[in-house]
């Protein structure tokens, strides 16, 4: 599921000029980084967890020089002052996230925005069926996202959600893909269960396209009025 697909064609651009100053967080290997760069901007912040990943984004993209890198948890690393915040599919990876919107409020100049996306409650509902196990990330509903925006003094400019069925050749190269971002411990079960969970998702969840898990995610646009 390519979120940074989505959260691309919700971005800002137009009206922006040239002295718009944008952080990116969690950026990884530059995904939703290409897409910035393609907009009038002044200075670029790309900020991740992971310096390795920040290596790859670079040997991958060419960056302007206006372009600078901020290494470190989002969640309490400390910032400078943007107009806009970007994070593709980066929230849901947060403890605290009413903590983290207030943290990252004090890195917004007036008026400024947080665009972003996160994963909706209904995302690979079928895998934790199968697994009999719940996500190993908290995924929180529409509302609880709104109490969160509204507790923290942002104003929801703008949210959309979408949900897809996403098909995988079989139940191993899903739990495969699954495992690389994090969202399949496997480390939990034995062989035994293993096993069973893979005979359970093709007995389930398997179509001619291939077996298919679900993908819902929720769009947001939030600013300091």
Not at 109 to 124: A, D, H, Q, R, W
Not at 176 to 194: C, D, E
Request: contains cysteine; hydrophobic residues 35%.
């Amino acid at each position: 599921f390519q979120a940074e697909d989505g959260i691309r064609d919700r971005s800002p651009s137009r009206g922006l000029g040239d002295v718009y100053k944008r952080q990116e967080l969690g950026c990884g290997t530059g995904l939703f980084t290409r897409h910035l760069l393609t907009l009038p901007i002044k200075n670029l912040i790309l900020n991740d967890i992971s310096s390795a990943m920040v290596e790859i984004l670079k040997f991958r993209l060419k960056l302007p020089r206006y372009t600078r890198f901020l290494i470190g948890n989002a969640e309490y690393i400390s910032m400078e002052k943007t107009d806009l915040i970007c994070a593709n599919a980066v929230f849901q990876w947060f403890q605290n996230p009413q903590s983290s919107l207030f943290h990252l409020k004090n890195s917004l100049n007036n008026k400024g925005t947080i665009l972003f996306s996160t994963f909706g409650t209904e995302t690979l509902k079928e895998f934790r069926q199968a697994a009999n196990m719940n996500s190993p990330i908290t995924l929180y509903s529409l509302n609880q996202w709104k109490n969160f925006i509204k507790n923290t003094g942002f104003t929801l400019k703008l949210f959309e959600s979408e949900k897809r069925k996403i098909f995988t050749p079989n139940t191993m190269k899903l739990i495969k893909n699954l495992q690389q971002i994090g969202a399949a411990p496997i480390k939990n079960f034995n062989v035994g269960g293993l096993r069973k969970l893979i005979r359970y998702y093709d007995k389930h969840f398997s179509t001619k396209q291939g077996v298919y898990a679900t993908w819902e995610l929720y769009y947001f646009s939030i600013s300091l009025e």
